[in-house]
C-alpha cells in the first residue's frame, strides 16, 4: 500500500467556505480519474489549481486544470509551493466539470513514479476547507498581547487566523429579494471569474487570516483570501467620493473597548458563493472587539451587520472569532479562472 504523507487536500463539494461554489463548474459524483505530467502549479489563494498535460489514446496532448481550495488551508496541512513541480507525474482522481470542459476537482491527487507508473506518494483528502477549531491549535496566551495599545486605544493590531466553525445564518429577504434569488444560478457567481469580490464576502464571509494596522489616522486591514486592502480613516478625514466600489467608502471609529467601521456607497455583490446577493443601496457596521480567553489566548470577534433597504426584510449579521497569529505570513493572492466561458456551464440553483 502506498505511504500517504502527512498532508492533505480538502473534499470539494459541500463546502460553505469555499470562496466560490464549486457546483458551478463541477458535478458532484461524476467521477473522473486522469494521469499526466505536471505543467504548472499554482499555490496561491483564493484557489490552488494544478495544470496538467494529459496523454490521449490517439496520441494527441490535452491541458487539463484541477482546481482545490484556498492555499491558506493547504498551508495548514503542510503544503509549500514547493509541493508539486514541473514535470512530475501524477494522477487526480475529482469530480468533472458539468459542460465537458478539461477540469477536475482537486479531491485526490498520487505521486507516480514516471517509469513503473507505481505509486509514490498519496495525498489523501480531508473533510473540510474551514480553519481548525482555535481550541485545538496552538495560541498566544492572552497576556502576551496587551488589550490596549499605549494610548489607551484597544490593540487590534497583528495577524488574525483560525477563524471559528460557526456557520453564517441564512439571508432573509423581501419579496423582492425572494424574487431575484429564484434567478441566481451559483454557474454564475463572479468569483469563479476572478471578479472582485463585496464588502460583505471580503470581511465577513472568508474563513482566513486578515492583517489589522493601527495608525493615528486609519486602520489598514488586508485580507490573505481574495488580497483585498482597506485604508479605513477616522474622522474628520472621512473620504467624500461617492463613487460606488466593491468595498465602499468607509469611516472607522473607537468606542470604549471596539473598533467600528461603517461603510456605504457599495456596488450591486454576491455576498457569498450560494447565489444571495445584495443591492448597491446596502450599508455595513463592522465592530471588531478583544475576547481574550485563558485557555485559547487572544482571540478577536468580527460581527459584520449588512442592512439593505431594497431587498431584505432584517438586518444580516455575520459573527466570528479568530486568534492572533504571532509570526503568520500571508500566501499570495493570485486567482484562475477555469477553462470555460462565463456561460458554458450548465446551470444549477
Keep these: ?28 459524483g461524476k467521477h473522473v480519474d486522469i494521469t499526466g505530467v505536471v505543467s504548472d502549479f499554482h499555490f496561491f489563494n483564493p484557489h490552488v489549481s494544478v495544470y496538467l498535460n494529459v496523454t490521449n489514446p490517439d496520441g494527441s496532448v490535452t491541458q487539463w486544470m484541477s482546481e482545490g481550495l484556498a492555499a491558506s488551508s493547504y498551508g ?93 445564518p441564512g439571508v432573509t429577504y423581501n419579496d423582492a429579494g425572494k424574487a431575484l434569488q429564484a434567478t441566481a444560478k451559483i454557474a454564475d457567481d463572479p468569483q469563479i471569474f476572478c471578479d472582485p469580490p463585496g464588502l460583505v464576502r471580503q470581511a465577513g464571509f472568508t474563513p482566513h487570516a486578515i492583517h489589522i494596522s493601527q495608525f493615528p489616522d486609519r486602520v489598514l486591514i488586508e485580507y490573505e483570501e481574495y488580497g483585498g486592502r482597506r485604508e479605513v480613516y477616522f474622522a474628520p478625514n472621512k473620504p467624500t467620493s461617492k463613487v460606488k ?46 475576547v481574550d480567553d485563558p485557555k485559547s489566548g487572544a482571540l478577536l470577534t468580527i460581527q459584520l451587520v449588512a442592512n439593505d433597504p431594497v431587498y431584505l426584510k432584517q438586518p444580516f449579521i455575520i459573527t466570528k472569532t479568530k ?11 493570485e486567482c484562475r479562472p477555469p477553462l470555460r466561458s462565463r456561460n458554458s456551464a450548465i446551470s444549477t440553483k
Design 76 to 168: 495548514r496541512l503542510g503544503w509549500t509551493r514547493d509541493s508539486l513541480k514541473k514535470g512530475d507525474l501524477i494522477r487526480i482522481s475529482g469530480d468533472g466539470s458539468r459542460d465537458g470542459s478539461p477540469m477536475v476537482t482537486l479531491t485526490r491527487l498520487e505521486l507516480l513514479d514516471p517509469k513503473e507508473h507505481s505509486v509514490i506518494r498519496v495525498l489523501t483528502e480531508a473533510k473540510s476547507d474551514s480553519p481548525r477549531p482555535i481550541a485545538t491549535t496552538s495560541r498566544t496566551p492572552a497576556q502576551a498581547l496587551p488589550l490596549k495599545l499605549s494610548d489607551g486605544r484597544p490593540n487590534l493590531t497583528g495577524a488574525w487566523t483560525e477563524a471559528d466553525h460557526s456557520r453564517p
Design 323 to 333: 486568534r492572533y497569529s504571532e509570526n503568520y505570513q500571508f500566501i499570495a493572492n
Design 1 to 28: 500500500m502506498p505511504k500517504a504523507i502527512p498532508f492533505a487536500l480538502c473534499a470539494i463539494f459541500g463546502l460553505a467556505q469555499a470562496h466560490h461554489s464549486f457546483q458551478g463548474t463541477f458535478q458532484s
Design 245 to 290: 466600489t466593491n468595498l465602499g467608502t468607509s469611516i472607522a471609529r473607537y468606542d470604549g473597548d471596539a473598533l467600528i467601521i461603517e461603510s456605504n456607497n457599495l456596488l450591486a455583490n454576491w455576498i457569498n458563493p450560494h447565489g444571495d446577493q445584495l443591492s448597491d443601496q446596502t450599508t455595513v457596521v463592522e465592530t471588531y472587539r478583544r
